[in-house]
């Protein structure tokens, strides 16, 4: 019987395949409005480029933790149709390159907010799901953040239950769905103090809230977060 985990391997590998041949076929085209690329254009067409330059900005959300507490979350990005398939193509499409292009409106989002001693700690996936893309987006996300802030990234939590894609359910279901799902990795959860989550995408506000409880039962101070869009 072939191992299951080989299989997994050649099954994305034959995926690779054709999309590579498909790509010699196809001319490639914006993953965001299905302009024909031109030029030296990878993923975004330089009209998606510009667009989303100018609707960068800095911006807030707060999430309430319980205890009278809040997370305060920098984004730079709402989360319309153009962002909605930029990042579903870089976490779906196998794209994880496309994290160079908004990790420095990320940046421009957090400015000069993040303490000295602040470690980068990506929202995790579950183990099953990473052997699945080959990647992490927001992990991706944090090493490019951590490269520009000179920060360090510190993959402290785990996702340790396997849940049903948020994006697949309603507002009131994606609150349970992430209960107790996150938990933090020991010994390394130990001595960290300051802490900035990083993630793609914030909807309801119910994965941060729980990394963020996570992060404080293991004994993290000062807790904040980032993404690249979120939703109203």
Request: charged share 25%.
């Amino acid at each position: 019987m072939i191992n299951r985990r080989v299989a997994q391997r050649v099954a994305r590998q034959a995926g690779l395949l054709a999309k590579e041949v498909f790509s010699l076929l196809v001319p490639p085209l914006c993953v965001a409005c299905d302009r024909r690329l031109t030029g030296e254009d990878r993923w975004l067409c330089r009209h998606c480029k510009i667009a989303l330059a100018c609707e960068a900005r800095p911006m807030t959300r707060l999430i309430e933790i319980g205890g009278g507490r809040t997370l305060e979350v920098r984004y730079c990005l709402r989360y319309t149709p153009r962002v909605s398939r930029l990042i579903t193509e870089m976490k779906y499409g196998d794209k994880p390159g496309l994290a160079n292009l908004l990790v420095p409106l990320v940046a421009f989002a957090l400015g000069d907010r993040i303490p000295p001693g602040t470690a980068a700690v990506p929202v995790p996936v579950h183990a099953s799901k990473r052997r699945e893309r080959g990647y992490n987006q927001s992990r991706i996300l944090a090493e490019g953040l951590a490269g520009m802030k000179g920060l360090h990234v510190c993959d402290m939590l785990v996702k340790s239950r396997m849940t049903v894609s948020q994006t697949t359910l309603e507002k009131d279901r994606r609150v349970s769905n992430v209960v107790g799902c996150f938990r933090s990795r020991k010994p390394e959860s130990f001595g960290l103090d300051r802490a900035l989550l990083v993630d793609d995408v914030v909807t309801t506000g119910s994965t941060l809230r729980e990394c963020a409880l996570a992060l404080l039962a293991a004994g993290t101070k000062e807790i904040s977060a980032c993404a690249v869009a979120a939703s109203l």
